[in-house]
């Protein structure tokens, strides 16, 4: 099992996880959260914003489906702005073990 965390605009996190979704992969958790990547924010006019609100999709999902997934988030995910940067990033952790809490059963 893997964890698949895309960080994304905001404006794109209802369309990646439709997209998920509709590729099968339904169950995605969203949190808002805000931050900045290598361009260190970004500067609109005299003013400065360190940081920027984004949307953060968590996943766990068996290994054999990574591949996928990153498809779909990098596509449904990418702006398509010529020169644009902070359309997000996805990282990916391994997962030893999940538990469903209702039930007790282990796996996803």
């Not at 698949?4 to 794109?12: D, L």
């Not at 005299?46 to 990098?74: G, Q």
């Amino acid at each position: 099992m893997i964890l698949v965390r895309a960080i994304v605009r905001p404006e794109k996190a209802g369309f990646v996880m439709s997209e998920l979704s509709d590729a099968g992969f339904p169950a995605v958790t969203k949190l808002d959260v805000a931050g900045r990547g290598k361009q260190r924010g970004v500067k609109v006019g005299d003013i400065h914003y360190d940081e920027i609100p984004k949307e953060m999709l968590l996943m766990v999902i068996d290994d054999k489906y990574k591949d996928d997934v990153i498809s779909i988030i990098m596509r449904s995910a990418k702006t398509g702005e010529k020169g644009a940067f902070g359309d997000g990033k996805i990282f990916i952790s391994p997962v030893e073990e999940a538990y469903t809490i209702s039930s007790g059963t282990s796996g996803l």
